[in-house]
């Protein structure tokens, strides 16, 4: 039938009317047949010469039988039926939303004000489509709204009228699930959260249907909530993790990242056996997943801090390497971030390829692409080669006003850790970059700032500290944090930059309240209060000194002799315990290494040849 009908000088198709011409190609999609690129070439070329006559319901069939043809429609024909839809009368109806719908699944820009148009009036007539109980028009609606891909932008207003007809007609009580599922989705997709009595009448109708829903519609559901930001009660999840649970066999790849991503993303710690479900239906059709599956899905391993097992881990490994190359950037640093958040190293292959893909492509990545795999290669203890280090720096220069305050943190954090130097031009331009966005900073963001800086043997600028300690202080006072309050009281004794108002204040309220502190805390403490020549108070340092004294036969040279620097600077007594002990323990370590007892590294600390850096205080 294709091959006759544009056969000879004068095919069958040149003499169709626009009903005939358009009833065949809606035919043809129907039956998912694909006719060829001439035949769909010479339907453009007939349907331009009668776009003219088509009526809303040949515009519509036409756009749904391109939606599966191969070739998308040409330029020509997809601006002359937009111009025909302008010019006829429109209402809202079913066929108005059968248009529209068939117009987003072409999946082309269209016109932006016939797209606006079509989407207020189907809006407004919204209660009339849920009085008569149009399910498919209204879900389809919404579909079409969210997949547009230039987008429909519904006024605050427009959103009230849907809320109302949905709330005021019960009509979600008469959508079959797929609809219903749809529905949520197209909110969540549009990122228009809906009124909570419209969430309350979602739950209901989630509890009622749970066990009817396939694992489209789970999956679907769970997904919408999660990109909604909402929770749903604890029984809806529960309900919807066993349906997972009882249908996980039948899981796409794509569902099981996307279930695993929701809960992670909710909150929702699952029962051991529904990861446990999915996991193995992860494991065996690994070799379908994509990019953006396995970045997901290990994602929500790491987020809900429960690891997959070995065997998961190293199929995961041969998947990444796979897909890695094709991956996005975003990808690529999730799964570098969920590797390191779950304390496990990738094999040598997948890290080469890691290093590899970023060094050539690092300008696509976003400044919290960057942060992730910079923090996640430092977590894991993982030194890449210079090129990538020095691409790494440049990213930071050539983006320093878009990276937000936990870009720059992690960033820095991970570049020092690695041992690498940042150009002081740099953290110049970094410094007076992270002061335009210190209102969306944590006290941890700051402290890590900080420390990195002095790390750098960089000193701030006064002013700089001043403000940054302010804002720290402001957000400590509110809750405490023991690392970040170190952090900053080293990072600006290394800096030489004065904060004893800072210190005394948190020592009287903080500090003095505490029973006791870790030794990494307690040598903290002490080695910065010596860079600032400041005392500490008797139960600060009584604190410090029982957990040293415990520690400190397990000591290396290294450790004993930058506490010996930091008694000797605070000018404690002689004949003070700490002071005593220190001593007897660097005495034996002497003799020891006379015997041969410890190694030539540590013989040349006690012999006093000390790389000051030792001293410095590693945070992690």
Not at 135 to 162: D, H, K, R, Y
Not at 228 to 233: C, D, N, Q
Request: charge should be negative; glycine fraction near 6%; hydrophobic fraction near 45%.
């Amino acid at each position: 039938v294709a091959r006759l009908s544009v056969e000879g000088p004068s095919p069958p198709m040149s003499r169709m009317e626009p009903e005939e011409l358009v009833q065949l190609a809606w035919s043809f999609a129907r039956l998912r047949f694909k006719p060829g690129d001439e035949w769909q070439q010479a339907f453009e070329r007939h349907a331009l010469r009668g776009a003219f006559r088509f009526n809303l319901l040949q515009i519509s069939k036409t756009f749904f039988a391109f939606s599966r043809l191969p070739q998308p429609i040409g330029p020509e024909l997809w601006l002359a039926l937009q111009r025909r839809v302008r010019e006829l009368t429109v209402r809202g109806n079913d066929l108005t939303a059968s248009l529209f719908t068939n117009m987003a699944k072409m999946r082309r820009p269209a016109d932006p004000v016939l797209v606006k148009e079509l989407a207020g009036i189907l809006a407004r007539d919204m209660g009339s489509v849920c009085r008569s109980k149009d399910t498919m028009a209204a879900s389809n609606f919404l579909w079409a709204c969210a997949q547009m891909p230039c987008g429909v932008q519904l006024s605050g207003e427009q959103w009230v009228q849907i809320d109302e007809a949905f709330l005021e007609t019960g009509f979600l009580a008469s959508m079959r699930n797929q609809e219903l599922c749809m529905s949520l989705w197209a909110f969540a997709r549009m990122g228009r959260l809906p009124s909570p009595e419209l969430l309350g009448e979602f739950e209901v109708r989630t509890l009622d249907n749970a066990a009817s829903f396939n694992i489209t519609d789970l999956a679907t559901l769970t997904h919408a909530y999660a990109t909604l930001g909402h929770a749903p009660s604890r029984e809806a999840l529960q309900a919807l993790e066993r349906g997972v649970v009882q249908q996980g066999h039948d899981c796409s790849p794509r569902q099981v990242a996307n279930v695993l991503w929701a809960w992670a993303k909710l909150g929702h710690q699952p029962k051991s056996k529904s990861l446990e479900v999915l996991a193995e239906r992860a494991l065996s059709t690994l070799d379908s997943f994509s990019g953006q599956n396995l970045s997901n899905t290990l994602w929500a391993f790491a987020s809900l801090k429960r690891a997959p097992s070995e065997a998961f881990l190293e199929a995961f490994d041969v998947a990444a390497v796979r897909e890695l190359t094709r991956a996005s950037a975003q990808a690529h640093a999730n799964i570098m971030w969920s590797y390191a958040r779950l304390g496990v190293r990738p094999s040598a292959e997948l890290m080469d390829l890691s290093d590899e893909i970023m060094t050539v492509k690092i300008r696509t990545y976003t400044p919290l692409n960057v942060a992730h795999v910079v923090w996640a290669y430092a977590k894991m203890c993982h030194c890449p080669d210079i090129p990538l280090l020095e691409a790494c720096e440049g990213a930071l220069e050539q983006k320093c006003h878009k990276f937000n305050a936990r870009d720059f943190s992690n960033t820095l954090w991970g570049l020092r850790k690695m041992e690498y130097r940042l150009d002081f031009r740099l953290l110049r331009a970094v410094e007076g970059a992270f002061l335009e966005v210190l209102g969306g900073a944590t006290d941890q963001d700051i402290a890590l700032v900080m420390w990195s800086f002095a790390r750098h043997d960089f000193a701030m600028a006064q002013p700089s500290v001043d403000l940054l300690v302010a804002a720290a202080t402001k957000q400590l006072a509110e809750q405490f944090d023991l690392k970040s309050f170190t952090h900053i009281f080293f990072a600006t004794g290394r800096m030489g930059r004065a904060c004893d108002e800072f210190y005394f204040r948190f020592e009287t309220e903080c500090l003095e309240t505490m029973p006791g502190v870790d030794l990494e805390t307690a040598i903290k403490l002490l080695y910065s209060c010596s860079l600032h020549g400041l005392c500490p108070s008797d139960h600060v340092l009584g604190m410090c000194e029982s957990s040293i004294l415990e520690g400190l036969p397990a000591m290396d040279y290294r450790r004993l002799m930058g506490l010996q620097k930091s008694v000797i600077d605070l000018e404690l007594p002689g004949d003070s315990e700490l002071v005593r002990r220190i001593e007897a323990r660097l005495a034996k370590l002497h003799t020891d290494s006379e015997r041969g007892a410890v190694g030539a590294s540590e013989v040349a600390l006690a012999a006093g040849d000390i790389d000051e850096s030792l001293l410095s205080v590693d945070y992690v």
